[in-house]
Structures are given as structure tokens and as C-alpha cells.
């Protein structure tokens, strides 16, 4: 392929062709890239670099070439005074069994390559560095024996080799690099002596080969004890040890014995061999639990991953998250990240196989323990400073309602305190949707919703869990989303950041901000990446009707509605959709037992009753955000039937904060304006809305009309929010100003909220999480509706009797005055739902309503 005429085509030796025709049924190879022609330039000749010295190497690059159609490394280079194989390798390794490396390989064939270039100045030489892996990952077939002799950092003898070759030769990788040419490196050099350009030329292939090993099977790590010494020796872990001896009055050789009783109890022991074990096992769990797993996105994760420390940011919904992303990372060629894991999890037994596996672990609360504390967040500096990818879950905890949880920056904030100690490689947050058909924690996730004490971990409550084995848990999704870089973030709200102090305790002003807004736009970026499931489609239609049934055609339509929202107004372009159509939703969701069939002479029934309904909520709100504009625009016309265009749209912009802060929406309130209009045009489309007067009033169908009970069905998705909201304004507003703290405020709503429940019988759990209440209560706070008082009791404005008075719109009278009866009051007790005395009555909201259109029909009519 080359038309330099120093190149001469030659023969193989015979010895040379006897092995590569003996090794050839071991060895199956797979080329990265697959046509690895299109990284070459033309007219220049090649010369291959691999990273280790042997025959072995040797004839699996020959083999490789020769399918790619690339030319041979055994062609001959004419070089200074010899001629010589168009390869080389960067160490030479000598003996037989165990082998001894000579890093100084690659010096004398640079030096030669670099001197031809020196003698003809019309002569390029082109170095393509390949990376040779056998066994990176050993399938499930594949037997344990295998895993010992996979791939990893070890220099290995010729008899090692041979063994790997023979057990995992048919998982064979071959890399190859874009070349490089050395007539450029050769101008760039500024006058380097040819043996100081030698010396960079090796030293930036060695890092090349390292950077490429540590994406494909992961950083060369130090032993544990190695990673302890370096945090016990820094300086900050130095003062807290000197600072705990002073204080407690022990001798400092006690202080340190504790220091690193910690550092041990954080520090992950990460083993490939053991990897790639627990990765042979998953194999087989996997498919005995689940009917598939896929990925989407992951190409862009992966091309926007090199050079960045990554960390992984998914959402957290079972314990299966970390070991599902882990082994489908592993399984795609990329290294597993180290997981942050609750101390809880390091159970006998099973602790030390999950530190082998990456994971470090740390406490609940550091809180009362500073020495805990700087350990764990050196640790983590160790773990930034060396490039060792990341994972843990902001929420803090798994989410018992199928909704993100309100984050918890703690260890954004010591990944940030990390990197700008050593800014080295810029930091990419990699959020993850993990997506799933059926969980194995549904029922104490139901049960602890309901008031049940959270069991704790144990070894026996694990032996008693196996019994979920047993079940098929449908389809699971990895959908990665958008990444985060943090260094644009920084220079937006610090330009000046990289100035910044050094020190490990530096805490600037902004830093609490930028933590903030970072956890907030990670959540925002899961749920932009979400998977539309089967069964998300058939929760969002089942639980919006009152027994938890419909009529199979209005169940099937109900779904094409769904789905056709989702594909028309696409929430982001990383939300996958289930290709099922409805006929298929439905019969898969019989097959996963999620629904029934009643048969009917008149028509078939589909129903979820009991704890199915009471599960299936958690599914609902896995894309509850994804239904937020059409739930809110469906939502006023439940008590309406005609409405202005402007009110819909004014309305939807004094509740979208409130909205945007339970589901993470990516829009701000004008954004969400335009949602609600496109999502009118949608339902005008459809014929479920229609528009009169130039498209400034909306009117509904009658009742008992198909698109009214559409409507209905999208409502209620969110209805459950909106009386939550209605809940706690009212038990404010009916209490006083001045009366209640926030703590007690968020009693009273829970118990009202229940007991509601009770009387309604809701089957949706999170009704009453004080969590959400608490988040409302928040976000009251920050658009400055609601402040505390000197005496720590709430105050707000009149603006929140305004909003008791818009609820009137969503909610229909016997909810409201169901929640009025039940919340309880104090001595400020007021009727919240009593009339002006200039109101001549309200017959019913849509009357209300069909006044306001009337009005501004004639306004428009006659402005003046």
C-alpha cells in the first residue's frame, strides 16, 4: 500500500508461519476500528509500535493487518546501515516462564526511524501504536479458568501468554491508534538532539499505550495499603491527627492507629481478576433475571468520556443499579467506575467482594467525627488526583416513590474540593436513567411509604431475599445522558477560579451555589434520558381512572394518545419509547402480571387491583415528567368546559415552580409556556380541544365525550400534586400567619394527606411523603411566597391567598372542601372557600369559568 521505495516487501521466517498457522484456530480477532485503512495517509511508509515484546503479539498484528488489508509489519524498512521489520515494540522482555522487562526496547528503533528522516528530508514514516488485549473480558462460556489468565497490567512470560492465548484467544482486541507521523514531529521539534527527541517520542508512546489500557481494562491501581498510605500521609489527615490527640488527650501513635482504621474501612481493594469473576457470574444472573438489557446513548457517553475524569451520576432505584451499570460498562469495553457505597451494604461476606469490585464505602453522617470526615474526603482527592473513575447517587438513598429525590450534595461538593486542589484532568458528570419493568424491592418500598420501619441490611435479610429470585423482572434500560463538564460551569460563575486557593479547607463563596445548580442540572439530565416503558404507559392509564379498570378500547386508545404525545412534543431527544403497539402493551402487561382481563359480553375489562395498583404508582412516576405539560393543560378542563387560551397559560406560570421543583423540568416559565402551547396545538390536532375566537378560547367536548375522558385520564396523572399543593397552602393560610414553624407545617400535611388517603382510598403512597411536602414548602421560600419569622414560624404574603382562590380552577369544590374539613386549624381558623361579598356565587367552576370566557370574548369584541 505504500509507495515509499524504501519499503521491501519480505518473507516471513518459516518458524514465523508454523506458529501463526498453530495459533490460528485460538485466535479470533476483533479490529478497533473495523477498517482500520482509513486512519492511514498515503505515500508514507508504516511502521507499527505495540506496548509489549513476543512472538505471540507479533503474529496476531500480522494476522490482523492482513484481514484489514493493511501492509505487513514483516515488510522490510530501509534504514541507516540495515534494514529492519516495519515494527516495534516499546519493552523487551526476556525469559521463559516468568519474563523480565528492558524498558530501553524502543530507544534504538526511534533513534533509527528519526536518523532515516535526518538523512532524506523528502522521506515520512508513519508510527501506528497498536494495543494488543487477549481475554479483556471473558464471556459466560468461556469457564473460570479463563478469568485467571485475562488481560491486565502484569508484564507476563511466554509460558503465561501462551496459557491466555489458548483460553481466551478467541476474545482477542486489537486497537489500532490514528499514526503519527514523524516528518511533522520531527519540524516540531525546535532543535531536540535526535537522542532527546527519541526519549519524548517513547515517553509519549508509553503514555499513549497506559491511557489506552486504563479505558479498555482499567487503571493500574496501587494496593490498598499503598492508596491508605498516600491519605495518611497528606497534609490535611496529618493535622486532624495531631488535632483528635490534642483534644482527646491520646498519644498521637492512637490518633494515627484510628486514622487509618478508617482509611481501611473506606478504601476499595479494586481487583481485576475479581471483576471479571463477578462479571462471569452476572452473566448468568442477569439472564435468569431479566429478559434483556439495553443501552442507549452510550456511544456519545463513551466518545465524550476520553480525557476526563468521569463520573457516573445515575439515578438511584435498586440495589442492582451499581452492579447493572458495572457490568454493562465492563461488558462495553469501558472500565467500571469505584461506586460510593453506605456502610450499610459492607456485610459480612458480601462487603469484601463488593470492595474488590470497586466499591469504597462511607458512613451515613460524618457529622461529630472531623477526623472521618478529612480522611474520607482524601480519600476521594486520591481517587480524582489519579483519574479513577466514579459513581454514586446524589439522591443519597434509593427512591421509594419511582420519582427522583431531592439531591444531596455532599459528595459533589468533595468532588469539586478535589478537583480544584489538583485541577489535572478536566471532570465530566455522566448522568444515567436506569429504567425497570418490575423491582425486587417493590413491596417494602409500598410497605415503608405506609408508615413500616425500614428493615436494615443484614446477611440473614440478604439469604431471605433470594427468594425474589425466583421471579422474571421483564426488560431493564441504561440511557445515558447529556454530560456535565464542570469546568464551563466554573468559569460562569468564577472566572477567576483557577486562581483560587489550593488549600483543603478553601470554601469560596460561590461554591455552595454551583453545587446547588450542579445537582440540580444532573437531575434535570437523568430525566431528560428517560426510557418509556410498557408498563409506564399502562400506569399512566390505569391509575388515573377510579377503580384502577378500563374498557380494553378505551385502554388501547387511552395508550396511542400516550405514545403519540410523547413521540410528537419529544421531552429531549435522548427519551427512548417501547415500539410495542397498544394491542402489545397490553398483552405484555398481562404476561408480567400487572394487569387482568375481566371478559364481558360487552367488552373486555383490564384492571390492577390491590398492592399491583399500589406498585404500579411507582412506575407512573418513573415519567411522570414527561406527562407534566399535557397534565396541567388536560387538568383545566376537568372542572371546566371552556377556558381562555391566556388563563391557561398565565395559571400554568404561577405553578410551574412548584412543578419544576418535584420532577426536575428542564424549562424555565416561559419554556413551559411554550410546552403548554404546543401541547394545545397537539390536543386542537387530535380533535380533543377545540378553538374559537382566533384561538383565544378552548373548549372540550361534553362529558360524556371520548376526548372529555382522555382528558380526564391525562389530568389525573398530576391531580395528586395539585392537592398536596392545596393542602399545604390551606393549612397555612387556615392557621395564620405567625402560628406555625415549618416542621409543624409538614406534620399537618402528611396527616391530613393521609388521612385523606384513608377515606379515599388512594393507592398512591406518595400522596402523603413528607419529603414532597417539604420540597413545596422549600420552594414556597425561594419565590418568596412564604418566609420565617424572627420566632421561627412561617409568614407569607398575600400572594398565597390568591392561589387558595386559583385552586378553584383545577380542583373541584367537594375535594377542596374535603381537604379544608380535614386539615386542622388553630385559633386563626378561617373559611378559605367563602365567597367576596361581591360574588354573587359560584353555581360551579365551569360556570365560573364560562363567565370569565364570556368576558373576555366581549372585551375582544368591544376593547373599549
Known amino acids: 500500500m505504500s509507495a515509499d521505495p524504501h519499503v521491501h516487501v519480505a518473507r516471513s521466517p518459516w518458524w514465523f508461519k508454523l506458529l501463526g498457522r498453530l495459533l490460528e484456530p485460538w485466535v479470533r480477532i476483533k479490529r478497533d476500528p473495523a477498517e482500520p485503512t482509513t486512519l492511514l495517509k498515503s505515500g508514507a511508509a508504516v511502521c507499527y509500535a505495540i506496548e509489549r515484546d513476543g512472538a505471540s503479539d507479533a503474529l496476531i498484528l500480522e494476522r490482523a493487518c492482513r484481514e484489514a488489508g493493511l501492509p505487513s509489519?514483516?515488510?522490510?524498512?530501509?534504514?541507516?546501515?540495515?534494514?529492519?521489520?516495519?515494527?516495534?515494540?516499546?519493552?523487551?522482555?526476556?525469559?521463559?516462564?516468568f519474563g523480565r522487562t528492558d524498558a530501553r526496547g524502543p530507544k534504538e528503533p526511534i533513534g533509527q526511524l528519526i536518523r532515516a528522516l535526518e538523512d532524506d528530508p523528502q522521506r515520512d514514516i508513519q508510527v501506528v501504536p497498536v494495543s494488543i488485549y487477549v481475554g479483556r473480558a471473558p464471556n459466560r462460556e468461556s469457564g473460570w479458568f479463563s478469568v485467571l489468565f485475562a488481560e491486565n497490567w502484569l508484564v507476563v512470560g511466554r509460558?503465561?501468554?501462551?496459557?491466555?492465548?489458548?483460553?481466551?484467544?478467541?476474545?482477542?482486541?486489537?486497537?489500532?491508534?490514528?499514526?503519527?507521523?514523524l516528518r511533522s514531529v520531527l519540524a516540531d521539534s525546535n532543535g531536540l538532539s535526535p537522542e532527546r527527541l527519541t526519549r519524548k517520542i517513547a515517553r509519549v508512546l508509553r503514555t499513549h499505550f497506559r491511557r489506552i489500557r486504563a479505558a479498555v481494562i482499567g487503571p493500574d491501581l496501587s494496593h490498598r495499603r499503598t492508596v491508605v498510605d498516600a491519605v495518611l500521609n497528606t497534609e490535611p489527615v496529618r493535622d486532624a491527627i495531631a488535632a483528635t490527640a490534642s483534644k482527646e488527650n491520646i498519644?498521637?501513635?492512637?490518633?494515627?492507629?484510628?486514622?487509618?482504621?478508617?482509611?481501611?474501612?473506606?478504601?476499595?481493594?479494586?481487583s481485576h481478576p475479581v471483576v471479571r469473576s463477578t462479571s462471569f457470574l452476572l452473566s448468568n444472573f442477569w439472564n435468569k433475571l431479566y429478559d434483556g438489557i439495553a443501552m442507549h446513548h452510550f456511544d456519545k457517553a463513551r466518545a465524550a468520556a476520553p480525557g476526563h475524569e468521569v463520573v457516573y451520576v445515575p439515578c438511584h432505584r435498586s440495589h442492582t443499579d451499581y452492579l447493572l451499570l458495572?457490568?454493562?460498562?465492563?461488558?462495553?469495553?469501558?472500565?467500571?467506575?469505584?461506586?460510593?457505597?453506605?456502610?450499610?451494604?459492607?456485610?459480612?461476606?458480601?462487603?469484601?467482594?463488593?470492595?474488590?469490585?470497586?466499591?469504597?464505602?462511607?458512613?451515613?453522617?460524618?457529622?461529630?467525627?472531623?477526623?472521618?470526615?478529612?480522611?474520607?474526603?482524601?480519600?476521594?482527592?486520591?481517587?480524582?488526583?489519579?483519574?479513577?473513575?466514579?459513581?454514586?447517587?446524589?439522591?443519597?438513598?434509593?427512591?421509594?416513590t419511582g420519582r427522583l429525590l431531592a439531591p444531596r450534595a455532599g459528595m459533589l461538593a468533595?468532588?469539586?474540593?478535589?478537583?480544584?486542589?489538583?485541577?489535572?484532568?478536566?471532570?465530566?458528570?455522566?448522568?444515567?436513567?436506569i429504567g425497570y419493568e418490575k423491582l425486587m424491592e417493590g413491596k417494602s418500598y409500598a410497605g415503608e411509604l405506609s408508615g413500616k420501619p425500614k428493615e436494615k441490611e443484614s446477611l440473614l435479610g440478604l439469604i431471605r431475599?433470594?427468594?425474589?429470585?425466583?421471579?422474571?423482572?421483564?426488560?431493564?434500560?441504561?440511557?445515558?445522558?447529556?454530560?456535565?463538564?464542570?469546568?464551563?460551569?466554573?468559569?460562569?460563575?468564577?472566572?477567576?477560579?483557577?486562581?483560587?486557593?489550593?488549600?483543603?479547607?478553601?470554601?469560596?463563596?460561590?461554591?455552595?451555589?454551583?453545587?446547588?445548580?450542579?445537582?440540580?442540572?444532573?437531575?434535570?439530565?437523568?430525566?431528560?434520558?428517560?426510557?418509556?416503558?410498557?408498563?409506564n404507559l399502562l400506569a399512566l392509564a390505569l391509575l388515573a381512572t377510579p377503580k384502577h379498570a378500563m374498557a380494553e378500547n378505551d385502554l388501547l386508545a387511552q395508550i396511542e394518545l400516550t405514545k403519540s404525545l410523547f413521540q410528537e412534543l419529544p421531552y429531549s431527544d435522548r427519551v427512548t419509547i417501547t415500539p410495542m403497539n397498544p394491542q402489545g402493551i397490553?398483552?405484555?402487561?398481562?404476561?408480567?402480571?400487572?394487569?387482568?382481563?375481566v371478559r364481558h359480553p360487552l367488552g373486555d375489562v383490564l384492571v390492577t387491583e390491590g398492592e399491583q395498583a399500589v406498585l404500579l404508582s411507582y412506575f407512573r412516576n418513573n415519567v411522570l415528567h414527561l406527562n407534566a405539560a399535557a397534565?396541567?393543560?388536560?387538568?383545566?378542563?376537568?372542572?371546566?368546559?371552556?377556558?381562555?387560551?391566556?388563563?391557561?397559560?398565565?395559571?400554568?406560570?404561577?405553578?410551574?415552580?412548584?412543578?419544576?421543583?418535584?420532577?426536575?423540568?428542564?424549562?424555565?416559565?416561559?419554556?413551559?409556556?411554550?410546552?403548554?402551547?404546543?401541547?394545545?396545538?397537539f390536543f386542537v390536532r387530535r380533535g380533543i380541544l377545540e378553538s374559537s375566537s382566533e384561538g383565544r378560547v378552548l373548549e372540550r367536548g361534553p362529558g360524556q365525550d371520548d376526548g372529555a375522558y382522555q382528558l380526564r385520564v391525562i389530568a389525573r396523572s398530576m391531580l395528586q400534586a395539585f392537592e398536596r399543593y392545596y393542602i399545604a397552602i390551606a393549612a397555612l393560610v387556615k392557621n395564620g400567619p405567625h402560628t406555625m414553624s415549618s416542621g409543624e407545617l409538614e406534620t399537618a400535611c402528611t396527616l391530613t394527606a393521609q388521612r385523606l388517603g384513608l377515606l379515599n382510598e388512594l393507592s398512591a403512597p406518595e400522596f402523603f411523603d413528607k419529603a414532597l411536602f417539604r420540597g413545596f414548602i422549600q420552594k414556597l421560600r425561594e419565590v418568596k411566597v412564604v418566609w420565617t419569622d424572627e420566632a421561627g414560624k412561617l409568614d407569607f404574603s398575600d400572594a398565597l391567598e390568591d392561589m387558595v382562590r386559583d385552586a378553584r380552577v383545577i380542583l373541584a369544590r367537594e375535594v377542596r372542601h374535603s381537604i379544608l374539613k380535614i386539615t386542622p386549624g388553630g385559633e386563626n381558623e378561617r373559611d378559605l372557600d367563602a365567597r367576596p361579598p361581591d360574588d354573587p356565587g359560584e353555581t360551579s367552576a365551569e360556570s365560573l369559568h364560562d363567565r370569565h370566557v364570556a368576558n373576555e370574548e366581549t372585551r375582544h369584541k368591544h376593547p373599549l
Open 251 to 270: 498519644t498521637l501513635a492512637k490518633a494515627q492507629r484510628r486514622a487509618r482504621d478508617f482509611a481501611l474501612e473506606i478504601a476499595a481493594d479494586y
Open 159 to 181: 509460558f503465561r501468554r501462551m496459557l491466555a492465548l489458548l483460553l481466551n484467544g478467541r476474545d482477542t482486541v486489537v486497537h489500532f491508534s490514528a499514526p503519527v507521523s
Open 73 to 97: 509489519p514483516m515488510q522490510l524498512l530501509e534504514l541507516p546501515g540495515r534494514r529492519r521489520r516495519s515494527v516495534f515494540s516499546l519493552s523487551r522482555r526476556h525469559g521463559w516462564l
Open 631 to 681: 397534565a396541567w393543560v388536560a387538568a383545566c378542563f376537568l372542572n371546566n368546559r371552556r377556558m381562555s387560551r391566556s388563563s391557561v397559560l398565565r395559571l400554568g406560570k404561577l405553578i410551574y415552580p412548584f412543578i419544576q421543583g418535584e420532577l426536575f423540568l428542564p424549562w424555565d416559565q416561559d419554556g413551559f409556556a411554550n410546552e403548554v402551547q404546543e401541547t394545545i396545538e
Open 586 to 597: 397490553v398483552a405484555y402487561g398481562e404476561q408480567m402480571g400487572w394487569i387482568r382481563r
Open 414 to 433: 468533595m468532588t469539586l474540593r478535589a478537583f480544584l486542589r489538583a485541577p489535572r484532568r478536566p471532570v465530566l458528570f455522566q448522568p444515567v436513567y
Open 326 to 400: 458495572s457490568y454493562q460498562l465492563h461488558y462495553s469495553g469501558v472500565v467500571p467506575p469505584h461506586i460510593a457505597a453506605g456502610v450499610n451494604l459492607n456485610l459480612p461476606g458480601v462487603g469484601p467482594i463488593l470492595r474488590r469490585g470497586g466499591a469504597f464505602f462511607l458512613r451515613r453522617s460524618f457529622k461529630g467525627n472531623a477526623m472521618y470526615s478529612v480522611v474520607f474526603n482524601e480519600y476521594l482527592a486520591q481517587l480524582v488526583d489519579r483519574g479513577v473513575p466514579l459513581e454514586y447517587f446524589i439522591e443519597g438513598g434509593r427512591s421509594r
Open 465 to 535: 431475599g433470594l427468594k425474589v429470585l425466583r421471579q422474571r423482572y421483564g426488560h431493564v434500560t441504561l440511557n445515558f445522558g447529556e454530560p456535565i463538564l464542570l469546568t464551563p460551569m466554573l468559569d460562569a460563575v468564577a472566572p477567576d477560579w483557577r486562581v483560587t486557593t489550593a488549600e483543603h479547607d478553601a470554601k469560596p463563596e460561590w461554591m455552595s451555589h454551583l453545587v446547588d445548580d450542579l445537582a440540580e442540572r444532573i437531575q434535570v439530565n437523568i430525566n431528560r434520558a428517560a426510557d418509556v416503558n410498557p408498563i
